[in-house]
């Protein structure tokens, strides 16, 4: 059964991020990638990582994704704005030689190390309950250091969004 | 099949086609979802790594690349959406205009 809903939720994976790859419509490229990041979702909950799972469809899916298909649907993205690419093609090959043998060492790094049950653990692993503990015990410090950077980011993005005179713009 | 390796393989496949979009595609925004893809496979990566040892470390590094992720969609779109509004359109060649002088 896992072995089932594994491999769907690979498969979508893969498919939505290849569809995200070769479609030329920024809107299609979003739902592609929409797709595959709900399909790594559901791998986090195969993995018994529940709190990433629900992490992972609140910002990802809701938050991140959302505010991007808003953005692209608001800035009325026609066909003579998308960008020609001649070479796509060409230079997806390219990528596909350069990214193979790194591939190829680091899964068979992996492959050597030693088989572990990686089935799916009831209780008492990557719930609410205990990433809190550790993030709160562990990892305070990194946590206040990610809270400032948000805060950083946000001031950024008010700072960008605010009204400026139309000689700034040009 | 879910074994280690398994997840290992979809992780690297979804990073491996993040870098192909990175070099491949042209389109800003489309570059912008490749890196996300990639923040993604990383995620994969350390989950499955964090249940292959037990240990939740793993997951909160996780985490915090979401919250790095979700700071950056903020200013990457906000830049965006002010060179599209002053240029009109989506290749990557509207960063150039970054390196001349202000006046």
Redesign the interface.
Known sequence: MIDILFAALAFFAITGAVAMLLYKSPIYAALGLLISVISVGGLFALLSASFMFMVQIIVYAGAIMTLLLFILMYLNIEDKDLPQEPRRNFLIGLGIAIMLPINALILDTVAKMPQADMSIVEEGFGGVKEIGLILYKDWLIPFELISILLLVALIGSVVLAKKRKAKELN | ??????????S???F??????V?????I??I???I??ML??I??FL??F???H?N??G??V???V??????????F??????L???K??????IFTELKQEVE
């Open positions: 099949m879910t074994s280690l390796l398994g997840y290992a393989t979809v690297m496949i979804l491996s086609i993040g870098v192909i979009g070099i491949a595609r042209r389109n925004f489309v912008y979802m490749s996300e893809l993604n496979a995620n994969l989950v499955t964090a249940r292959y037990f939740m470390d997951q909160i996780s985490i915090m979401v919250a790095i992720a979700a700071a950056e969609a903020a200013i779109l906000s830049v965006i959406i002010l599209f509004r002053s009109g359109k989506l290749d990557t060649d």
